[in-house]
């Protein structure tokens, strides 16, 4: 295909300067790009797939090596979550009050707008809010500064990172879930201890 059949066809009449080149662009190509904007939905539940199927598998590893149990949530909206926590953490519902592990988006695998994130998650409930206020005390608020995380205004994620774009990952499924892996590790690495003393602040 060559370069001119890309080409957008103008617009004549009066008026026709208020059309610039990308409007003309979309209007040519109207219908392929929709078309292949439909795609999205299919790559977006790929992605999710693999991270509830195949990244959750090596996230139980994980978890077993550290001596944790892994909890699968469902957020809210499209959100998912795979959460590693302590054994005695009590749970709402499918919810444990509090755990370390990856984030995503079920609908979006934007790099740009909707990259996966790590941290520290607490239940969307009381008992969560009160994990989260114990977790902060209990030496997270100073992890969370210390390494330049996120978390104000969250009240369902205290401290989060999100993981760097990983350009065209599905061409290396092994070596990104090698990253993610990593990722959560270090976060439990820097996170265990605050959350296993907001548990016995709360009196597990």
């Given at each position: 295909m060559s370069d001119e059949e890309f080409d957008p066809v103008p617009a004549v009449g009066d008026g026709a300067d208020v059309f610039d080149q990308p409007a003309l662009f979309f209007l040519t190509h109207q219908a392929t790009i929709?078309?292949?904007?439909?795609?999205?939905?299919?790559?977006?539940?790929?992605?999710?797939?693999?991270?509830?199927?195949?990244?959750?598998?090596?996230?139980?590893?994980?978890?077993?090596?550290?001596?944790?149990?892994?909890?699968?949530?469902?957020?809210?909206?499209?959100?998912?979550?795979?959460?590693?926590?302590?054994?005695?953490?009590?749970?709402v519902g499918d919810e444990p009050v509090i755990g370390v592990g990856l984030c995503w988006h079920r609908q979006r695998l934007d790099p740009q707008n909707y990259l996966p994130f790590i941290g520290v998650r607490v239940g969307s409930n009381p008992q969560g809010a009160a994990a989260g206020t114990a977790f902060l005390d209990g030496g997270g608020l100073q992890?969370?500064?210390?390494?330049?995380?996120?978390?104000?205004?969250?009240?369902?994620?205290?401290?989060?990172?999100?993981?760097?774009?990983?350009?065209?990952?599905?061409?290396?499924?092994?070596?990104?879930?090698?990253?993610i892996v990593d990722q959560v590790g270090l976060g439990l690495d820097r996170m265990e201890g605050p959350v296993r003393n907001a548990l016995t602040t709360l009196g597990f």
């Open positions: 929709e078309q292949w904007a439909k795609l999205s939905t299919a790559a977006a539940e790929a992605g999710h797939q693999w991270l509830s199927t195949t990244v959750r598998a090596a996230l139980a590893d994980l978890a077993a090596q550290r001596g944790l149990e892994l909890s699968a949530v469902a957020g809210p909206g499209q959100w998912q979550h795979l959460l590693l926590h302590p054994a005695e953490t009590p749970t992890l969370r500064n210390e390494f330049h995380w996120r978390g104000k205004g969250e009240p369902t994620w205290p401290a989060y990172f999100h993981l760097d774009p990983f350009e065209r990952w599905w061409q290396d499924l092994d070596a990104y879930r090698a990253v």
